[in-house]
């Protein structure tokens, strides 16, 4: 998943809105397991 | 790169998953102050008059209840607004609703153009079709710039009449506005009003030949987003779909409870409209606002 924002990244983006369900528990998730790696990278 | 989320004032993003009987003001205040802590920058929330996801009757949560539910200091909040059908400053009283929010520079805009007919004519909206919604938009982005840094504006425009309006209180930062929208109009008020242009998620290649197009008469601080759909799971095998890979419309209804507790770890674009295009990450812009912003 961090690869694949790497290239959104390459490409000029540099801001994702994003959707997800069940919402709560899948952005705690993506929070803990792409955001707070992707940052600390 | 910064993460936003689209708050489920609609109670969830998917058709076909039932959410009656979860408290939604519960779950919205909780959002706003957990994504915070989970990293996130933006929470964009729709104002809408009808409930886009779950039928015209289903109960939506409102602005109000989205905007006050954050307790943290960093998350922005954009309001998708559609500026354009909404009398001037009424629309914008509404993204003052906490005024130290709003003196805070934590309040964006997210201006889109005559979005959905239906609410419109229900709600006696003006429904502007091709060129003539960025010339509304246009002007409306124009009266407020003024409204948000003049003492007081006197405007007499082709759409729109103020006389000695008065809009207080003034933000510290003015708002950024994000916009979507793939005509040359389009382009060309993005260009010269927005601070950010928001696209479909479509493949990274796709979305720089746009980023490339828009280029020219940006400036470098312009932003650029797409809208996604994310799937987060264990394994690639997990976050497969179970549905055909033609589908355009989401699994079975029966399955996807399934899919949702598979526990799965890449993103995906499952969840997709007719008019959206899959892709293989941050996939169909659900209801996205660059979707919104046609």
Not at chain 1, 5 to 33: H, K, N
Not at chain 2, 11 to 35: I, M, P, Q
Request: aromatic letters at 6%.
């Amino acid at each position: 998943v961090t690869a694949r924002i790497r290239e959104y990244e390459a490409a000029g983006v540099d801001l994702m809105l994003l959707q997800f369900s069940p919402q709560r528990e899948q952005m705690q998730r993506f929070g803990e397991q792409v955001i707070a790696p992707y940052a600390a990278a | 790169m910064r993460f936003g989320y689209w708050m489920p004032i609609f109670g969830g993003w998917l058709r076909n998953v039932e959410t009656r009987g979860v408290d939604r003001l519960v779950v919205l205040k909780a959002l706003a102050v957990e994504s915070e802590a989970g990293g996130f920058d933006l929470s964009l929330i729709a104002e809408l008059n009808l409930n886009d996801i779950k039928g015209h009757r289903a109960r939506r949560s409102t602005l109000d209840a989205g905007a006050r539910g954050g307790g943290g200091d960093r998350a922005a909040r954009a309001h998708a607004r559609r500026a354009p059908q909404l009398p001037l400053p009424l629309a914008h009283r509404q993204g003052a609703v906490d005024a130290r929010q709003h003196r805070a520079g934590r309040i964006s805009l997210n201006v889109v153009s005559s979005w959905w007919k239906d609410e419109a004519s229900q709600y006696g909206a003006p429904f502007d079709v091709h060129d003539a919604r960025y010339e509304r938009t246009e002007e409306w982005l124009t009266v407020l710039h003024r409204l948000l840094t003049e003492d007081t504006v006197t405007h007499a425009g082709p759409l729109y009449d103020l006389q000695g309006c008065v809009l207080e209180p003034k933000p510290s930062v003015l708002p950024t506005v994000y916009m979507g929208g793939e005509s040359p109009k389009a382009k060309e008020v993005i260009g010269r009003h927005g601070g950010a242009y928001v696209m479909h998620g479509d493949a990274p290649d796709v979305i720089a030949a746009k980023i490339a197009d828009m280029d020219g008469p940006l400036g470098q601080d312009f932003s650029y987003g797409v809208s996604g759909y994310v799937v987060v799971r264990d394994t690639s095998r997990r976050r497969r779909p179970s549905w055909p890979a033609s589908s355009t419309c989401g699994p079975p209804p029966r399955r996807t409870r399934r899919t949702r507790t598979s526990s799965p770890a890449a993103s995906s674009s499952r969840r997709c409209r007719s008019r959206s295009t899959p892709s293989p990450t941050a996939g169909c812009a659900p209801g996205s606002s660059a979707r919104r912003s046609r």
